[in-house]
């Protein structure tokens, strides 16, 4: 098992699979892109599929949840996806993405294993659409939900960010479009990941706004909080139900005490939470002649030491140096 001091035990790994992307979020990066990862210093798929065997077989992972930059621009996620579905026990298997090029992929992935999916999407406004991710590429997205809606990548859920006078007025149509395709939206409070450091806590739209502008157009009833568990989304009935919303407060309601999460780096590191300071290599090693179970003991390790807190909200705070995208969100 994943263990760590504080009694939690990760279950649910996060693989990057490359740090890319062919949207460039005002949230997450600048206008003229990163310094991608050399190839060279990427995992193969091999590599991949070796460590999310060890994770699965000797670890205790229940869920692996494929994520980036852009997922489906790593060209052997089918692949990657089938060998993770033939393992035995089988994780579930999912995938965060921004659904560019799901409309043609979503059945190849459905058909490899893939059981759901979540697709980014803040804005369901055209211009507004061009404004947070500086390109025009509403219609792919929307498409992209819908194959992977037929493909049965279900539930299908939503993962959208407000931004302040950017997309936050737009938050009720948003919902509106996703109950009309029986989407399941949860918004996710803007985090301090972004690469340019521009985060600030005075301007983002905390988790109680958000609940206030949607409240303006629908009744929200709070969902049982018995059934959370380690999920990060608070659930709202909308409207009496059956559908819900969901807010994910990582930073008003931090919920680190019931973290399951582990995740893997596109370079093959280890970190034990989004905002940890200190990675494990696992590459290195494992490039050196590594057996599994030397591999299992350092990932073993590198949990181990897992802090009870992201800190966002401490005055010592310092945001890490590798950015959202890099990490895998
Ligand atoms: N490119 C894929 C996508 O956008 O879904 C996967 C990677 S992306 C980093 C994963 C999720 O992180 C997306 O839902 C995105 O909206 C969210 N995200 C990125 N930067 C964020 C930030 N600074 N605060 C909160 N969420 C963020
Ligand atoms: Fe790309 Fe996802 Fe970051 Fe947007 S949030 S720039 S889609 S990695």
Redesign the pocket.
């Known amino acids: 098992m994943l263990s760590d001091s504080y009694g939690r035990v990760a279950t649910d790994l996060r693989v990057s699979l490359t740090d890319r ?1 062919n ?1 460039r ?1 005002t ?2 990066m600048p206008p003229e892109g990163l310094d991608w990862l050399p190839t060279p210093e990427l995992l193969t798929d091999d590599e991949v599929i070796r460590l999310i065997r060890i994770g699965v077989t000797q670890l205790g992972i229940r869920e692996v949840r494929f ?5 489906l621009l790593r060209r052997g996620l089918p692949s990657i996806v089938a060998a993770t579905a033939a393992l035995d026990p089988r994780p579930r298997i999912a995938l ?3 659904g560019i090029g799901l409309n043609r992929i979503a059945p190849t992935l459905a058909e490899a294993g893939l059981d759901r999916v ?3 999407l ?1 804005t369901v406004d055209a211009d507004t659409f061009e404004k947070l991710t500086r390109r025009r590429r509403l219609d792919d997205v929307l498409a992209g939900l819908a194959a992977a809606a037929h493909a049965g990548l279900t539930p299908v859920k939503v ?3 407000l931004m302040r006078d950017i997309n936050d007025h737009e938050a009720p149509d948003l919902l509106a479009y996703c109950l009309e395709h029986g989407y399941q939206l949860r918004f ?7 690469a340019q450091h521009r ?1 600030q806590r005075a301007t983002m739209v905390t988790a109680d706004e958000i609940l206030d502008r949607l409240s303006q157009a629908y009744t929200l009833t709070p969902a049982d909080t018995a059934q959370r568990g380690s999920a990060p989304a608070e659930l709202f009935w909308v409207d009496g139900g059956p559908a819900t919303v969901g807010v994910i407060a ?1 930073v008003t309601r931090p919920f680190c005490g019931a973290c399951n999460r582990v995740r893997l780096t596109a370079d093959g590191q280890v970190r034990n939470c989004l905002f940890a300071r200190k990675e494990s290599d696992l590459r290195g090693p494992l490039r050196a002649g590594a057996s599994d179970a030397e591999l299992a003991e350092r990932w073993r390790a590198a949990v181990a030491t897992k802090l009870p807190g992201h800190g966002i909200n401490d005055p010592s705070f310092l945001q890490p140096s590798r950015p ?2 890099a990490i ?2």
Not at 67 to 71: A, R
Not at 188 to 194: A, H, V, W
């Open positions: 992307c949207l979020c949230y997450c994520t980036g930059g852009e997922p965060t993405t921004n979540n697709v980014s803040d993962n959208a960010v996710i409070e803007q985090m301090p990941l972004d985060w990582s959202m995208s895998g969100g």
